[in-house]
């Protein structure tokens, strides 16, 4: 009976030590294993804030590639467009030249029916190609009086003037001068003194930066003052020298 009393008691003595020293096992198991859970945590963080910087440089340097190569394929298309501008306005300015030195070289040969003929297969295509109302309506004119293979300068003049005007808008080198020695030339001794004196000034200012050849016809014309049997030829010899 002793024993066994002292068992019971043992157990009520020892029950609640023992109790208590799991309690103290497990908080301490939960410790660790908190500690060990923000051990691997401050690993797992210090690997990413390491790689991150070469991460963000690898994006980085194909984000700057990629805006660079946007950048240079910009640059080229700016590039190609002024290239394809300028070869546009070398066009205009070859068919605009193209087209009045034919015209001239038809007023000094409509009398040959053969060179005459072929001349004006070839400005009829020209300005077919052209497509401008204004020059088209200029060649219907001059092709009637070119009937007769023996056209006067004046119809000449006047489709010469409305090709250097087209060809003026659009970038053709001394188109601008050309139409104003025409209005000269039209009225020279009329009595529209003023549109006279202005083309005359405009023309005389603009020669004095020229060549000496442009320069020495110029002044054949002033010279010869509207009187001159040879004054339409001295005004084809100027404009054939104005654009080559």
């Not at 020229?210 to 030829?233: F, R």
Request: aromatic share 10%.
């Amino acid at each position: 009976m002793l024993n066994v009393v002292v068992d019971t008691h043992k157990k009520f003595i020892f029950s609640p030590l023992l109790v208590e020293n799991m309690g103290k096992f497990s908080t301490l198991k939960y410790i660790i294993l908190v500690f060990c859970v923000v051990l691997v945590l401050v690993f797992v963080f210090s690997k990413l804030t390491h790689l991150s910087p070469n991460l963000s440089g690898a994006f980085a340097g194909r984000g700057e590639n990629a805006g660079s190569g946007a950048m240079s394929g910009s640059g080229h298309g700016h590039r190609d467009a002024k290239l394809d501008v300028k070869k546009e306005s070398n066009l205009s300015n070859e068919l605009f030249k193209d087209l009045i030195l034919k015209l001239i070289d038809l007023y000094f040969t409509q009398k040959n029916k053969i060179l005459a003929a072929r001349l004006i297969s070839e400005i009829d295509d020209a300005v077919t190609n052209l497509k401008i109302l204004s020059i088209s309506e200029r060649w219907d004119t001059l092709t009637l009086c070119l009937a007769g293979f023996d056209c006067e300068a004046s119809r000449f003049f006047d489709m010469i003037s409305a090709v250097a005007l087209e060809g003026y808008k659009r970038g053709f080198g001394n188109g601008k001068v050309i139409v104003e020695l025409l209005k000269a030339q039209k009225y020279w001794g009329s009595d529209n003194v003023v549109v006279f004196s202005k083309a005359l000034t405009f023309v005389d200012q603009t020669v004095e930066k020229m060549s000496d050849e442009v320069k020495q016809k110029w002044n054949q014309i002033l010279d010869c003052d509207g009187k001159c049997t040879e004054e339409n030829t001295l005004y084809m010899e100027l404009i054939k020298a104005l654009i080559l």
